[in-house]
């Protein structure tokens, strides 16, 4: 599927329709003349992969039990889709904001990963705040609500490590099982391999490119919450790939607000059809349900 390609080199009209009509039609779209450094993205892959790499033991040392997966390393098989059967085959690494919880580093094992990822994670924050501009000028809110709504939040860079898929998978058991993100907007970094996918509003699901050339956005939950549906939270998933030795690697930035924002529809999107609470509610509901907050 050709997703709607925004190029921030044209005017910032073009660019304020193109990322509105396109998170309104089909909630999906690339971004093109952005800043964020192929180079760069690839030396955090890099550095990502060596540490993947390592002797499991040496991985669990950075798992933090109370962390609920914000933090440091989730080990393979933990987290699945609201509502699947079955946990996806994946591990990942997630950074956010000290100030929200201390971030671990691997610096003994791979001393490059700490920088490589802290530098892609400044540059997909300011991207996301351009982009969350463009957000709210669109439905002729003011230009910075969307973005205040994220300064200094939890955003977060997730690392995922997709193995191959040999033999044993559990039934029915895929790389990412259909979802919806639940934050504002996601900025996912090129991906490793293909194998993303997403479902049109007639229930047919589109392979979507994921290459270096351009950074794909999607909107999350709270963001179709907050403009009352307006905004389109698409279903999406990662499938296994035909060749069973193949491994994939992506690197989404989700882009959240402060748990204290009010994600009730904006009253410029008519009667609310969606519920009133807090950023830190929805989270909390959403990280019980894909089990990573095993407290009930």
Not at 256 to 268: A, F, I, Y
Request: hydrophobic share 40%; net charge negative; aromatic share 8%.
């Amino acid at each position: 599927m050709d997703l709607p390609v925004v190029d921030l080199r044209g005017t910032w009209t073009d660019v304020v329709r193109g990322v509105g009509e396109s998170l309104t039609e089909i909630g999906f779209f690339a971004v093109a003349g952005h800043d964020v450094d192929e180079d760069l993205t690839r030396a955090a892959y890099d550095a990502a992969r060596a540490f993947f790499a390592l002797p499991q033991p040496a991985k669990d040392r950075y798992h933090l039990a109370d962390a609920k997966g914000q933090r440091g390393y989730t080990g393979f098989g933990t987290e699945k889709a609201k509502d699947a059967g079955a946990a996806d085959l994946k591990e990942f690494w997630q950074v956010g904001r000290d100030v929200y919880g201390a971030n671990v580093w691997p610096d003994a094992e791979v001393p490059a990963f700490r920088r490589a990822i802290s530098a892609l994670y400044e540059r997909l924050d300011a991207l996301g705040a351009i982009l969350l501009e463009a957000c709210a000028e669109h439905i002729g809110e003011p230009r910075a609500l969307f973005r205040d709504w994220c300064t200094d939040s939890d955003t977060i860079v997730r690392v995922i490590y997709y193995p191959p898929v040999g033999a044993g998978v559990p039934a029915g058991a895929v790389r990412s099982a259909a979802h919806e993100d639940i934050n504002l907007i996601t900025l996912l970094s090129g991906a490793t391999a293909e194998g993303l996918e997403l479902l049109d509003r007639d229930g047919t699901w589109h392979a979507v490119h994921t290459g270096f050339d351009t950074i794909v956005v999607d909107a999350g939950d709270m963001l179709q919450n907050a403009t009352n549906g307006l905004y389109k939270s698409t279903t999406h998933r990662v499938v296994n790939p035909g060749d069973s030795t193949s491994d994939r690697m992506s690197m989404p930035c989700f882009i959240h607000p402060r748990k204290e924002v009010d994600l009730t529809p904006l009253r410029s999107q008519g009667i609310a059809r969606y519920p009133s609470l807090t950023a830190g509610e929805y989270l909390d509901q959403r990280l019980r349900e894909i089990g990573l907050d095993k407290k009930r």
